[in-house]
């Protein structure tokens, strides 16, 4: 270009102003639209509320994770907490009965040397395992002229008597642990 070209191309500075104003290079932040701005500022709120959400949902799906991962810890603990309460349970029935066990072999070897002593040893084991029952928490119930209750009696047959639901023979005794039942008794009773 030449030289004169320059200066025509050399605007002043009244001009330069002018051409700050100029609307025909684009963008004119005033003469946008009012409701568009607000448009635009809404979808911005909405934009940041939903980072906020995600940052939200991103924390709890971390804390539901900690969560499960404490409470399947705490199944597995419970869980073996049971197992060991039921092996304690089978390990004191079983030591309660090991001399029941250790009676009843003497009573077999005594009764191949003398057979008339049997009854004697069988008693002893009986009352042997009584006592062990006791030892457990297991009380009797369904003795011979106890009142019939079927909370704890099962009566097989009615027989006359001279009272009413009066235990008159047992054909197999029951036990409970206090007022809970383990097995009734079975029991014929007395009907007048």
Do not use: C, W
């Not at 057979?115 to 062990?132: A, K």
């Amino acid at each position: 270009m030449s030289e004169e070209n320059l200066k025509d191309q050399h605007l002043t500075e009244d001009q330069v102003d002018d051409n700050d104003t100029d609307t025909t290079s684009g963008f004119d932040p005033d003469n946008l639209d009012p409701e568009m701005m607000a448009g635009v500022q809404k979808m911005m709120e909405q934009l940041q509320r939903a980072d906020e959400l995600e940052k939200e949902v991103n924390d709890l799906k971390g804390k539901y994770a900690r969560l499960l991962a404490d409470f399947e810890n705490y199944r597995r603990r419970t869980n073996q907490d049971v197992l060991d309460a039921q092996g304690a349970g089978v390990a004191k029935a079983a030591e309660v009965l090991f001399p029941i066990h250790d009676d009843l072999d003497r009573a077999l070897q005594a009764a191949q040397q003398n057979p008339d002593s049997v009854i004697g040893g069988l008693q002893g084991v009986l009352n042997n395992l009584l006592r062990s029952f006791e030892k457990l928490g297991l009380e009797q119930t369904g003795k011979e002229g106890e009142q019939f209750d079927p909370n704890f009696h099962e009566a097989l047959t009615v027989v006359p008597g001279e009272q009413d639901d009066v235990i008159v023979q047992v054909y197999q005794t029951g036990f409970k642990i206090g007022s809970r039942l383990i097995r009734p008794a079975r029991v014929v009773v007395s009907k007048k």
